[in-house]
């Protein structure tokens, strides 16, 4: 059974905390990418991985920063926490390539910034 | 730009249709894609259909495709209780540096009262 696992379901953080949101997948996939969900927002991407040590900036990707220091794991990291970061953090991987691929995601970090 | 558009709700009664629509903007998508997100999970590929398609059909699933007006659907027939969830649509991005990006919709929320 494929897996995307994100290390927490929740989190509540303090402002000005750094905030670690851990990623793995175990499909060997090329891909990775981290989006947040915001009600009536839909999914926005932040940022996103095409090989280990490369990473690239989507719609949103102020206040993040991510890493990618093995193929599996990808790392989302808030630098200073503000409440304007709270919401749902999703996860997902594919495969690399031409042709339709699936992407698989992990089931959510809802994240609280008190 | 690659915005995808979709409705934000859509009620039905169990056993009717649900017809829920999306409107994209990138011609060159080669696969749209179907993603459904139960309460509390992440997203799963539901379906998907190739850009020279324009019907797909699987079981209780109808996706049309009318290119011309970038018009995608996805018809649940007998539509069920469990069938209550989020539907997103959701384009493949162009070759170079978005290759195995989606760009998805704000999704559609499906609500099925008994």
């Known amino acids: 059974d494929v897996k995307v696992t994100q290390s927490s379901r929740y989190l509540v953080k303090r402002t000005g905390e750094k905030v670690f949101l851990e990623c793995v997948q175990d499909?060997?996939?090329?891909?990775m990418f981290w989006y947040r969900q915001d009600p009536g927002l839909g999914l926005r991407l932040i940022y996103f991985s095409y090989d280990v040590k490369m990473k690239e900036k989507g719609d949103i990707p102020e206040g993040y920063s991510v890493s990618r220091e093995k193929k599996e794991r990808f790392s989302l990291i808030l630098e200073s926490a503000s409440t304007n970061q709270t919401s749902m953090y999703l996860c997902?991987?594919?495969?690399?390539?031409?042709?339709?691929?699936?992407?698989?995601f992990g089931q959510g970090t809802r994240l609280t910034v008190v | 730009g690659e915005d995808v558009e979709q409705s934000l709700f859509l009620s039905v009664r169990e056993g009717d249709s649900s017809v829920i629509n999306c409107t994209y903007t990138d011609s060159s998508s080669t696969y749209l894609y179907w993603y459904k997100q139960e309460p509390g999970a992440g997203l799963q590929l539901l379906t998907y259909?190739?850009?020279?398609?324009d019907m797909k059909q699987d079981q209780r699933l109808t996706v049309l495709l009318n290119k011309k007006d970038k018009h995608l659907s996805l018809r649940i027939a007998d539509t069920q209780t469990g069938d209550s969830a989020i539907y997103f649509c959701a384009e493949s991005g162009r070759g170079g540096s978005t290759l195995g990006r989606l760009y998805f919709g704000r999704g559609t929320q499906l609500t099925v009262w008994p």
């Open positions: 259909i190739f850009s020279n398609m």
């Open positions: 499909m060997d996939h090329e891909n």
């Open positions: 997902a991987s594919s495969s690399g390539g031409q042709g339709a691929t699936e992407a698989f």
